[in-house]
């Protein structure tokens, strides 16, 4: 199993694909071919999922770590990185998977209105 088949398995490439943004216009003569978005999606899972640096991200995925961090900056300016988190949350609710007994709420977070409580 590759290292993409691995940190972006068919169900979360699913669950993202349809959030990613058209890609850019390519003209012909116009510079390298654009890398696949499933590609740098497991970059990022494996960056995320690890905590490591984007630089120490492993040789063995097919894009190049300024890559990877450009389309992850990319995709949390336009949204998508929100939308995934939400949609995961959708996916793991309806199948029960989700224990709301363990939740918080981070006060940092959470308007207080006219110096409510």
């Not at 691995?6 to 216009?25: F, G, I, M, N, R």
């Not at 497991?42 to 490591?52: D, E, F, K, S, W």
């Not at 308007?111 to 409510?116: L, Q, S």
């Amino acid at each position: 199993m590759s290292d993409v088949e691995k940190y972006c398995p068919e169900s979360l490439w699913h669950l993202v694909q349809p959030l990613l943004p058209a890609h850019p216009e390519r003209h012909q003569g116009g510079g390298r071919r654009r890398i696949d978005d499933r590609v740098a999606v497991a970059a990022i899972a494996y960056v995320l999922q690890t905590g490591c640096a984007w630089d120490a991200l492993p040789e063995s995925f097919p894009i190049s770590r300024a890559t990877a961090h450009r389309r992850f900056a990319e995709w949390v300016d336009q949204g998508v990185m929100q939308a995934l988190h939400q949609a995961t949350l959708d996916v793991l609710g309806v199948a029960g998977q989700i224990d709301w007994s363990r939740a918080s709420v981070d006060a940092m977070h959470v308007r207080a209105v006219k110096g409510g409580t």
